[in-house]
């Protein structure tokens, strides 16, 4: 059964697996499907499904900075950028999706709202998808750096 929330039914696909860094009771963080924009673009998305921060529960309240920052900084080390940018805007979805996105200085095109217009052009096929290798590669980093810092 598909769900009608588009990141419930993304959780209930059996070949999500592979984009998959890291996961717990409460988290799943997981790189952005085919087409994705960078490589290292992830997403950190409650497995509840919750439209807002402002609507977690206890528990996810009290994880979230620690998922989150732990993340970040996988990610970080795992591209080689010195920053990752975090958009939550919980539009398309209603369901807590956190994106994040390596920024490196050396990518033009990528600063700051400029990457909702690389988001766009790689999603109508203007602008070419990071390619699947370095997309695997990402994941399999941030999933070493993920199981090596977060106790949860
Ligand atoms: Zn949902």
Known sequence: ?????????????????????????RWILRHHAAPAPLAGWFLLD???????????????????AQVLGAA????????????????LFGEGAQHVHAHLIPRDPSQSGTAAWEIADWYRAVDSGKRPAAPSQNVACAVQRVREEMRATVKI
Do not use: Q
């Not at 419930?8 to 592979?18: T, V």
């Not at 977690?56 to 309240?61: I, M, Q, R």
């Open 72 to 87: 970040m900084r996988a990610i970080r080390s795992a591209v080689e950028v010195p920053r990752v940018y975090v958009i």
């Open 1 to 25: 059964m598909t769900s009608a929330c588009g990141v419930c039914a993304i959780h209930e696909n059996e070949r999500l697996g592979e984009l998959v860094a890291w996961e717990s009771d």
């Open 46 to 64: 409650t497995k509840r499904h919750v439209a807002s921060a402002a609507d977690f529960d206890a528990l996810e309240e009290a994880e979230f």
